[in-house]
């Protein structure tokens, strides 16, 4: 299973972002997905995951009302719609693939992961 993610950029704050994760390998449908991100010296947090058809999706509690998370089956793309930014946002963002569907939101749970998108918000 191979991740790509990419979409990321330079914001001002209040802006918007949409990072794509495309998969190869499996279908992201039958397996969870999370988002992560790293800020500078800081460790690698959850951002948003979720299990698809088994109906849960999680946000950190940062973003909430901000990110959502979504897909698009025909693409194989799995999507973070980041809006409403703001500087804290900043960091390096990695989607994962966990093949096993039940969610989980540390980052050792996840089996695949993409190479990482830097975002970067301006104030």
């Known amino acids: 299973v191979q991740l790509q993610a990419f979409g990321g950029g330079l914001v001002q704050a209040g802006g918007s972002l949409r990072l794509s994760c495309t998969v190869r390998?499996?279908?992201?449908?039958?397996?969870?997905m999370g988002w992560f991100r790293q800020a500078p010296g800081k460790e690698r947090d959850i951002v948003a995951a979720t299990n698809w058809n088994g109906g849960i999706t999680y946000y950190t509690d940062s973003v909430k009302g901000r990110f959502t998370i979504s897909g698009d089956n025909a693409k194989n793309t799995v999507y973070l719609q980041m809006n409403s930014l703001k500087p804290e946002d900043t960091a390096v963002y990695y989607c994962?693939?966990?093949?096993?569907?039940?969610?989980?939101?540390?980052?050792?749970?996840?089996?695949?992961w993409g190479q990482g998108t830097l975002v970067t918000v301006s104030s």
């Open positions: 390998g499996t279908t992201f449908g039958s397996a969870a």
């Open positions: 994962a693939l966990r093949l096993r569907r039940t969610l989980e939101m540390s980052g050792i749970a996840y089996d695949s």
